[in-house]
């Protein structure tokens, strides 16, 4: 079967040096018939010719792109590839509206390759695209000396920050400032890391840019979705600004994050208030009661007292609460109570019941609270008064757990554990033995709480029993 007809075979590189030393030496000859003039006039022109004609062999047929150094493209030529650069840099800068620029450095050389490697149009923006780092003017929120957010302008970056002053609930003549150190920095970022101002916001606000979002559906408490997305009731309070926890609707969008905000705002203000001083309780034996049993022979009166804070909250969070001057205004008369010794209730778990772990009276009870459980009871104490053990065990917790702030958990042993929370401070450590009475912290007003108290829990096998059942 005869062969395809390819067309004429080219010549090879060794052919055709011979057929241009051929040309060479006829051209020789025939100038050697010109005059010394017309000869010089014709070896620039040959010379010109033979450079443009090794240029256009050796340069090649295409042309490369390449960014810092690196062939990222084949272009037909080099007013192809910069006209591809600049309609995506138009593009980019319609898209964002702002003026856009190209971070790498980028070059253009002769290439020779096959016709097949050459980018149409549409290949190669695509292929710049990926390559390119396209950066716009930026004013950058800085955070202790890192980057957090960037935004397109400063007044976007200072209206954020006077925003995130607002969300928060203030008293009073609070001071308002940021914990952290915030500088506005402008200088050129990535395109991708420019936000506009309500996602800065909540990128600030919430420490992710990937928030998690729930629906609330028919019959949801907030207790119920924090317990079923793992979430404290007070991260989900804070994530969602002006949310009311009693008034949730079907169909609201709740934000949810874990994270803790970028910017932490500082509230401190100084306040005097009169306040009630509990009374002590003295405990008295008697033979004549059941164990258990309790008959108060003189009822305990609280003192007063006119107490002068310092009040410091961070993000609507009390954190710390510093007295800087008090005043007794009159003094509390203790009360004094018989405590039967007849028998033991094994039924309560143990040898003995729990002593009051302060000084006080309850102001709240066990049982169901504004729509949720209130696992333990609220004794009513002042700020800076003393929490001591209600029985002798071992330290399982000492520490801070989100709402409760500053938390004690004590192991009585035979599942038998007790809880001691809101601490303006903590007086003991994980690991720890304690006995019955001994001081453990005191009174305070951390976490989610309204003012200083004692909030108390007894649990059995893990879960929450009344405390009165076991206080005398």
């Known amino acids: 079967m005869p062969s395809k007809d390819k067309g004429p075979r080219r010549p090879s590189w060794p052919e055709r040096l011979i057929i241009v030393f051929a040309y060479l030496a006829i051209i020789q000859q025939w100038l050697s018939r010109l005059s010394v003039a017309k000869r010089i006039v014709l070896g620039v022109v040959l010379y010109y010719v033979l450079a443009l004609s090794a240029f256009a062999a050796f340069s090649g047929n295409a042309c490369a792109v390449t960014v810092n150094g690196n062939v990222v493209a084949i272009a037909a030529d080099e007013g192809t590839a910069r006209e591809a650069l600049s309609g995506l840099i138009r593009l980019k800068s319609d898209q964002s509206g702002w003026s856009v620029a190209v971070s790498e450095k980028i070059s253009y050389r002769g290439i020779k390759v096959k016709q097949e490697d050459i980018l149409d149009c549409d ?42 002053k607002s969300v928060f609930p203030t008293e009073t003549g609070e001071q308002l400032e940021f914990k952290e150190r915030i500088e506005l920095v402008e200088a050129p970022a990535d395109l991708q890391s420019v936000l506009d101002l309500e996602t800065a916001k909540n990128v600030v606000l919430l420490g992710a840019r990937k928030i998690q979002q729930y629906t609330v559906k028919d019959g949801d408490t907030l207790w119920d979705i924090a317990r079923s997305v793992k979430i404290d009731m007070d991260q989900i309070e804070f994530t969602n600004p002006g949310l009311d926890p009693e008034r949730l609707s079907i169909g609201q969008v709740l934000n949810l994050s874990k994270e803790h905000p970028l910017i932490t705002v500082l509230a401190t203000r100084e306040v005097t208030l009169e306040e009630d001083t509990p009374y002590d309780v003295e405990v008295r034996t008697d033979d004549n009661l059941l164990y258990g049993e309790k008959m108060i022979i003189r009822r305990g009166v609280p003192g007063k ?82 929490v001591v053990a209600s029985a002798g065990g071992t330290i399982i917790g000492a520490g801070w757990s989100g709402g409760y702030g500053n938390i004690i958990e004590i192991s009585h042993g035979g599942g038998l554990v007790t809880k001691y929370a809101h601490l303006s ?15 453990i912290g005191y009174v305070g007003s951390t976490g989610r709480s309204t003012g200083p108290h004692l909030h108390f829990e007894v649990l059995i096998n893990g879960e929450p029993r009344n405390p009165v059942n076991y206080l005398p």
């Open 123 to 164: 290949s190669l923006a695509e292929r710049l695209d990926n390559a390119l780092t396209f950066t716009q003017n930026s004013t950058a929120i800085v955070v202790n000396g890192e980057t957090k957010v960037c935004v397109a302008q400063k007044k976007d970056a200072e209206e954020l920050l006077a925003w995130l």
């Open 305 to 386: 007292r006119l107490v002068t804070y310092r009040i410091i909250r961070e993000n609507g969070f009390e954190t710390e609460r510093e007295v800087l001057d008090q005043k007794i205004l009159s003094e509390s008369t203790p009360e004094v109570v018989a405590r039967g010794s007849l028998n033991l209730l094994a039924s309560r778990g143990g040898n003995g019941r729990l002593n009051w772990p302060c000084a006080g009276g309850i102001v709240s009870y066990f049982g169901m609270r504004s729509g949720r459980m209130h696992e333990g009871i609220d004794i009513g104490a002042g700020y800076g008064y003393k």
């Open 425 to 439: 401070s903590i007086n003991v450590k994980r690991g720890q033995t304690v006995e019955r009475g001994q001081l």
